[in-house]
């Protein structure tokens, strides 16, 4: 399995600056490739036509797009990754 987060956000959005760190360290952890688009410099790109809301995190399982989360919530992106990567926290940990 070969994880990729590509991150859509923009230095405005104050949401993005927010969860990007968090989003980075995420990637960090699990030792995924963290791939980091700012969408005004890719006004036109095709990876940006489909972006309604930033902050945007695509996950791609070997170059296969597995999930889209737009979202401020860390803990959706952390839990997708957990059940990506099949790791199970026990309630009691």
Same mark, same amino acid.
């Given at each position: 399995? #070969?994880?990729? +987060? =590509?991150?859509?956000?923009?230095?405005?959005? %104050?949401?993005? @600056?927010?969860?990007?760190?968090? *989003?980075?360290?995420? #990637?960090? &952890?699990?030792?995924?490739?963290? +791939? &980091?688009?700012? +969408?005004?410099?890719? =006004?036109?790109? =095709? /990876? *940006?036509?489909?972006? %309604? %809301? *930033?902050?945007? *995190? /695509?996950?791609?399982?070997?170059?296969? $797009?597995?999930?889209?989360?737009?979202?401020?919530? +860390?803990? #959706?992106?952390?839990?997708?990754?957990? /059940? $990506?990567?099949?790791? @199970?926290? #026990?309630?009691?940990?």
């Amino acid at each position: 399995m #070969s994880l990729i +987060i =590509e991150y859509y956000g923009a230095t405005w959005c %104050k949401i993005c @600056v927010e969860i990007k760190p968090a *989003v980075e360290k995420l #990637s960090c &952890d699990f030792g995924i490739c963290f +791939i &980091d688009y700012d +969408i005004d410099e890719l =006004e036109g790109d =095709e /990876r *940006v036509a489909n972006i %309604k %809301k *930033v902050p945007t *995190v /695509r996950i791609y399982n070997d170059n296969i $797009l597995i999930e889209e989360i737009t979202t401020k919530h +860390i803990d #959706s992106i952390k839990n997708t990754i957990l /059940r $990506l990567k099949k790791i @199970v926290i #026990s309630d009691d940990f």
